[in-house]
């Protein structure tokens, strides 16, 4: 692709998350335009294309992909769309950008990976967290030596419902496993298990148990874990979406043994520190459009300038990890 072209980006998927999360960070960035867009609604679709200024607008993603005025797909669908979409805009030729998880199944992770490969056409997904200055804060810390050799990680997530999971006849998407691959686990435990991985590389062990102890709906609503890293550090998790408002916790925490470091994944609290010097809490700003810093090296990567490595092949060990977690392999 030559160095000096415009990027044109066309979106599968015109929702809420695309239109005040992901459309806003277009607008800081130079070199790239959106300039088609698909939605299952027609009224939805055109009316989200003339918000916006963009071109061509689509209620078939085939019209899409094989739009000669497309480089980039963004999938922004729910999960068990994701593959199909992925390998339709791949087949046509086109780099995709994937919203997590990659898929709902591992294997279908390895087949997008056989095609992109096969293809030499670039899939990326969107585990934008690796890029935001906050998990760069803390990466600096585990990599400084300042907390010592990492000797173990714990993930803990607790939440209360949401006034949806209460109207059993009308769940939303999240929690029906046909569509979102599992329920709140399979939606928010990606984020924290690439992290994970990005920091110490890939989990080549995993266990999990699942409950429902709310009966709000069939899904999993309580998740325990335990993994092993390939350099031997273990790792645990426990994850509830049923919790008391009083029980809420978003907190991962690195052990090491001259210190340790604990942060947020989805609330950014302050990263705080304890060494034998004593404790320390790090604010750290992270951008208002905080996709920005991945969609920048994904542009950079398609003009030539540089490699964005947070692809699908980097993306699949969170599925299998998941997988394994949840008991579909």
Not at 27 to 50: C, D, I, N, W, Y
Not at 246 to 265: M, T
């Amino acid at each position: 692709m030559d160095a000096e072209n415009i990027i044109k980006w066309g979106f599968i998927g015109c929702g809420e998350a695309t239109e005040k999360r992901f459309l806003p960070a277009f607008a800081e960035l130079a070199h790239t335009r959106v300039t088609a867009v698909m939605g299952r609604s027609p009224e939805k679709t055109r009316a989200f294309a003339q918000r916006h200024h963009i071109g061509h607008w689509y209620t078939d993603a085939q019209n899409l992909v094989t739009d000669p005025d497309v480089d980039i797909v963004y999938i922004a669908t729910p999960p068990s769309t994701h593959v199909t979409f992925t390998l339709m805009a791949l087949n046509a030729g086109k780099a995709v950008l994937v919203e997590k998880p990659l898929a709902t199944h591992y294997d279908d992770c390895l087949r997008i990976n056989r095609i992109a490969a096969a293809l030499h056409t670039p899939c990326f997904v969107a585990y934008y967290r690796r890029y935001l200055p906050y998990f760069r804060r803390v990466q600096e810390i585990v990599r400084s030596g300042v907390i010592g050799r990492p000797l173990s990680a714990q993930i803990r997530f607790a939440a209360p419902p949401r006034d949806l999971d209460y109207n059993s006849r009308n769940l939303p998407w999240r929690l029906q496993p046909d569509i979102a691959g599992g329920g709140y686990f399979y939606d928010l435990a990606p984020h924290q298990i690439d992290f994970l991985q990005f920091l110490f590389g890939p989990i080549v062990e995993a266990h999990g148990i699942t409950a429902n102890r709310g009966g709000l709906y069939p899904t999993e609503d309580s998740v325990g874990a335990v993994f092993r890293f390939a350099d031997g550090m273990p790792a645990s998790g426990t994850w509830c979406f049923v919790a008391h408002e009083s029980a809420k916790e978003d907190r991962i925490l690195i052990i090491g043994d001259s210190g340790q470091v604990s942060f947020s994944v989805f609330t950014y609290a302050p990263i705080h520190l304890q060494t034998e010097d004593g404790d320390e809490t790090l604010l750290v700003d992270n951008p208002k459009h905080k996709h920005l810093p991945l969609l920048r090296d994904i542009v950079d990567h398609l003009r030539g300038r540089s490699i964005c490595a947070c692809n699908s092949v980097s993306a699949t060990p969170t599925n299998w990890v998941i997988d394994r977690i949840l008991g579909k392999i």
